[in-house]
């Protein structure tokens, strides 16, 4: 199975600030990824999918990179409606793991 | 609207058998592959299995850990999606999501639903 990992594991940032997550998988999973933003006591929800596609209403705030192993989640601007924790998922093959988590929190 | 509304979580004991309901609207259910995730108390996403369309034969799909104590299946006629878990033990107390697949092969998940809390205890 392809094992996914994230870092950092949590991150408290200011409003205004770039933030950048970093996702790697543990072989080649080309671009098929996805991230996804769980609000606490929420579902989760997707914002990027093919490593970097915008899912649609998503702010353009958020943004995504990378392919094979290594990816980046970036929130350009953080607002206080960005706290929460962020998932990536790959689907390259199955089983689809998703990575441990980031959570956000805001300063 | 999309919608997916779980049901039919609850306490069980150890030991017992439960079935998940996962109610769908707003979208083409029978022509839509399927996904159950889960997250205990506290922890992240598991993805749990996904099922096929019947015309793709209804397949199914388990992460390796639930192979063979869960099933999923759907009544395309009710639009609902089902999870049934046997021998229900501790570690499976999460929250149980109904998900849609994107489409066939592309397996991220745009919609969810709210989840239901299955909780084992004796």
């Known amino acids: 199975d392809i094992q996914m990992t994230q870092s950092p594991s949590a991150l408290s940032a200011s409003v205004g600030d770039r933030v950048t997550i970093t996702c790697r998988a543990s072989?080649?999973?080309?671009?098929?990824l996805a991230w996804y933003q769980q609000k606490p006591g929420k579902a989760p929800k997707l914002l990027i999918y093919k490593a970097s596609s915008l899912e649609s209403g998503v702010p353009s705030r958020f943004s995504g990179s990378g392919y094979g192993t290594e990816f980046t989640l970036t929130i350009s601007d953080l607002q206080p409606d960005d706290l929460a924790t962020y998932y990536c998922q790959q689907y390259n093959s199955y089983p689809f793991i998703f990575g441990p988590g980031t959570k956000v929190d805001i300063k | 609207e999309v919608q997916l509304v779980e049901s039919g979580g609850g306490l069980v004991k150890p030991g017992e058998s439960l079935t998940l309901s996962c109610a769908a609207s707003g979208f083409s259910f029978s022509n839509a592959w399927m996904t159950w995730v889960r997250q205990a108390p506290g922890k992240g996403l598991e993805w749990v299995g996904r099922i096929k369309t019947k015309t793709e034969g209804g397949t199914t799909d388990y992460a390796a850990l639930v192979k063979g104590r869960f099933t999923i299946s759907r009544d395309d006629s009710i639009n609902t999606l089902f999870l049934q878990i046997n021998s229900l033990n501790t570690e499976d107390t999460a929250v149980y999501y109904c998900?849609?697949?994107?489409?066939?092969?592309?397996?991220?998940?745009?919609?969810w639903g709210r989840g239901t809390l299955v909780t084992v205890s004796s």
């Open positions: 072989q080649s999973v080309s671009s098929w």
């Open positions: 998900t849609t697949v994107k489409g066939p092969f592309e397996d991220y998940f745009d919609y």
